[in-house]
């Protein structure tokens, strides 16, 4: 029989016992374990040469139970599948976890590994043949790199259809293994994600003459909103007694198709993560500046009037038509805005000043915690990633800040009689 293997919970089945039970047998016989795809398996082998040591009716039973669990691996792996297969299999339970826009971002990613591996058999495939496709894709036709975090999701869902292949018997281990090298990639410079206050105070003087543009740009500066979220802000969401804003859902593009072309619409939908669901205080002069901002709605006869026939009075930010705003036309139209007056060496977005708020609060002493907890953040781990050379400045700081205590201890020498 060749080298097959179970999960501890397929074994726990086999045997009739509990997961615990397994592990105790594990450790007391020293069966054999393999770790594949960050799961323990026993080789079927070795359970059957435990078994054989015995000779009750009960563990004959036991072996053929195994024997039957061994015969169905065999039939799943003679099973022809190809990695095309398997992809649309793991991006079908994908497509129910994830908002459109993430969900068009992984089709993406797939069609990079369609395109070169989709017609290989899932069980053919080796790390060579992954090697040569992470360092054929790694280039673009213009001979420049991928960026860093394409490459990175096109290896996590490489190696979830493995860990899915491997899960469902198509394959008994994935070939996704530490010789596999991660080819150059581009790695963007730090300090285009966010602005100096000066290029911030430049970009302010210039948008003077928008409203709209002046007061998204300070907004996003003062509370580190994603640009969907402002967009996506009901008046109900500003609580101009606590100075807060709370953050409950987002303006996201909708990907649809119809007669197999692509289509998009601008939906009020969830917010980006869970934890970007959350509450943020804001300057008092960020209440001023929405207050003035809904007075000049107002004002405007014709344009409240649509906003009032569409019934989007709650919005905050409604588009000229009294509709939802549509971020990425809103970025093309800033950016020509700010070339049309001379700023467009600023290379401003929406974006870069959300960072832009985390900088300076980090320059200030902030914590990294409380910033990334702001800025609505998965983990401390992002945040600290976008803004690593602003931490690394603030560590420099921290040691000049204490030049009087090094030049203390520099002051006791060495004991003569030191060996």
């Not at 691996?73 to 459109?100: C, G, H, M, Y």
């Amino acid at each position: 029989m060749q080298d097959l293997v179970m999960t501890i919970e397929e074994c726990a089945m086999a045997l009739k016992v509990s997961v615990k039970d397994v592990e105790a047998l594990i450790y007391n016989h020293e069966l054999q374990v393999k770790s594949i795809c960050g799961k323990s398996r026993i080789s079927v082998v070795a359970l059957e040469e435990y078994i054989n040591g015995f000779s009750s009716n009960s563990l004959l039973e036991i072996k053929r139970t195994v024997d039957e669990i061994a015969s169905h691996i065999v039939r799943k792996i003679d099973v022809k599948i190809t990695l095309k297969e398997i992809l649309a299999q793991v991006l079908e339970f994908k497509r129910l976890s994830l908002s459109s826009n993430s969900f068009d971002w992984e089709l993406g990613v797939a069609k990079h590994i369609e395109h070169h591996l989709g017609d290989y058999y899932i069980d053919e495939i080796l790390p060579k043949d992954i090697q040569a496709f992470y360092n054929q894709v790694s280039v673009k036709e213009d001979q420049s790199r991928i960026s860093r975090r394409f490459m990175i999701e096109i290896r996590q869902l490489l190696k979830h259809c493995f860990t899915y292949a491997v899960d469902n018997r198509y394959i008994l281990s994935s070939p996704m293994t530490s010789s596999i090298i991660m080819p150059k990639v581009d790695d963007p410079d730090p300090h285009k994600r966010f602005m100096s206050y000066e290029e911030v105070s430049q970009l302010l003087n210039c948008v003077q003459g928008s409203v709209r543009y002046f007061t998204l740009c300070k907004l996003l500066v003062m509370s580190g909103l994603r640009i969907g979220e402002a967009l996506g802000l009901y008046w109900d969401d500003i609580d101009v007694q606590h100075h807060r804003i709370h953050v409950r859902r987002a303006v996201v593009c909708d990907y649809y198709y119809i007669d197999g072309k692509k289509h998009e619409r601008y939906i009020i939908g969830k917010t980006k993560t869970k934890w970007s669901r959350r509450s943020i205080p804001i300057p008092h002069e960020a209440i001023l500046l929405l207050q003035e901002w809904r007075l000049h709605v107002a004002m405007d006869q014709k344009w409240t009037q649509r906003i009032q026939q569409k019934g989007n009075e709650h919005l905050v930010f409604p588009n000229q038509h009294g509709n939802l705003m549509n971020y990425s036309t809103l970025q093309d139209h800033f950016k020509k805005y700010l070339r049309a007056h001379g700023a467009g060496q600023l290379h401003a977005s929406f974006h870069r000043l959300r960072h832009s708020f985390g900088s300076f609060l980090l320059e200030q002493g902030e914590e990294l915690v409380v910033v990334s907890r702001l800025l609505g953040h998965k983990n401390i781990r992002i945040t600290a990633d976008i803004y690593v050379t602003v931490t690394e400045k603030l560590k420099e700081d921290c040691i000049s800040r204490n030049v009087e205590v090094w030049q203390r201890l520099n002051q006791i020498s060495l004991s003569q009689d030191a060996s």
